[in-house]
């Protein structure tokens, strides 16, 4: 299908890099459908580009790559609307954002992508984990969670 | 709003598949159990609000704000290709 976007123009996408969000994410309700795109510059980066509003799109990467203590805790309720039989088949990604200092990553709501099911949800992790992990060159250790 | 005044252990029901149990009740905390169709997501109101403001600020990020983000990438972390929840 063809979608138009602010960022990156008309763009094809396949239905395999379709992803279906049953809940939307929160603030972003009526976004159900997502392709994940991979940066032109950067193989640390992903988009979320939603296939119905062009203009919304998200920045994701892998957390660990970035955290590398990161061990998300997602509560089973929060995982069992994704029908993922097998964690193995389960992808997770975090959204970046930006504060007044610079790049952050949201590990409070990571994003769980059933990849065989093409189908995603933003959970509550468990913890108290940053909804703004700052990135800086010389990393703080994340904080062992409770 | 509607407001009811339950006791420990009384159930409000919402629709016809969700049931809010009153579970404990100590000084000004009140337990507060759930039952609803996993589809519907159940959050403390404040959590759910911060994570709908930073989707909001997040979606506003333009490439050019993340060119410099593989700066950042730990030379020593997990390879890209998927990171498994526990």
């Keep these: 299908m063809r979608i138009t976007t602010t960022r990156f123009g008309c763009i094809d996408v396949e239905a395999s890099d379709l992803i279906r969000f049953p809940s939307g994410m929160p603030g972003l309700e009526d976004c159900r459908e997502w392709a994940l795109l991979a940066d032109a510059s950067n193989d640390a980066l992903g988009w979320l580009q939603s296939t119905t509003r062009g203009d919304v799109a998200l920045a994701v990467v892998s957390p660990r790559r970035f955290v590398p203590e990161y061990q998300v805790r997602i509560p089973r309720s929060e995982l069992s609307p994704l029908a993922l039989a097998d964690m193995r088949q389960a992808q997770v990604v975090v959204v970046v954002g930006q504060n007044g200092t610079g790049l952050t990553l949201n590990l409070k709501a990571p994003i769980v992508i059933n990849l065989e099911a093409r189908t995603g949800r933003q959970v509550v992790a468990s913890g108290d984990l940053p909804l703004q992990y700052e990135l800086f060159h010389e990393r703080p250790s994340l904080k062992k969670s409770a | ?86």
């Design chain 2, 1 to 86: 709003m509607l407001v009811l005044s339950r006791q420990r252990d009384e159930s409000i029901m919402i629709g016809d598949n969700i049931v809010v149990t009153i579970v404990d009740i100590r000084g000004d905390k009140v337990r507060l159990g759930i039952n609803a169709p996993s589809e519907i997501p159940v959050h403390r109101q404040e959590v759910y609000e911060a994570i709908q403001r930073e989707n909001l600020r997040a979606s506003r990020l333009e490439p050019g704000d993340t060119q410099d983000i593989g700066t950042f990438a730990n030379r020593n972390a997990a390879r890209p290709g998927g990171d498994k929840p526990r």
